[in-house]
């Protein structure tokens, strides 16, 4: 008897240990432009990640016939953040422009440090951009 209780408390901390694990948050901060109306839609899904990374300022402009968006991040913390981002692009349509080569990219903050991170659409149909921030823990 003493041994099956034993046995059933390791069987259930093993089983709240994995369901722990799984439980990493992979939402993050988006940061949404239309490049024809001007608009920008910040929305900050993850409640960890908004109280580390802040969105300064959204500024577009066009080279060589093609969209580009610079987005201007600040840490909120002390120490280093380590995060990664990607920049996708949208037709008119809302129809995302070649996904497969947009990949997420590493992006280390320094503490209270401000940093500026820009896409360029690879097509001239891209209209909108959309910034995807998540903690880089939400990667693996």
Not at 19 to 32: D, R
Request: charged residues 25%; proline residues 1%.
């Amino acid at each position: 008897m003493k041994q099956t209780n034993k046995l059933l408390s390791v069987v259930l901390l093993t089983a709240g240990l994995a369901a722990l694990t799984g439980c990493v948050e992979t939402a993050g901060t988006v940061v949404t432009t239309d490049h024809t109306t001007g608009s920008t839609l910040v929305l900050e899904d993850s409640t960890r990640l908004k109280d580390q990374i802040q969105v300064l300022s959204v500024n577009y402009d066009e080279v060589n016939g093609l969209k580009r968006v610079h987005i201007t991040l600040q840490s909120a913390k002390h120490r280093r953040l380590r995060l990664n981002y990607r920049i996708s692009w949208f037709d008119a349509n809302g129809m995302e422009i070649d996904p497969d080569t947009k990949t997420y990219r590493n992006l280390l903050v320094e503490g209270r440090d401000t940093v500026t991170v820009t896409g360029v659409a690879n097509s001239a149909a891209g209209v909108k951009s959309k910034l995807r921030v998540r903690g880089l823990e939400a990667a693996d």
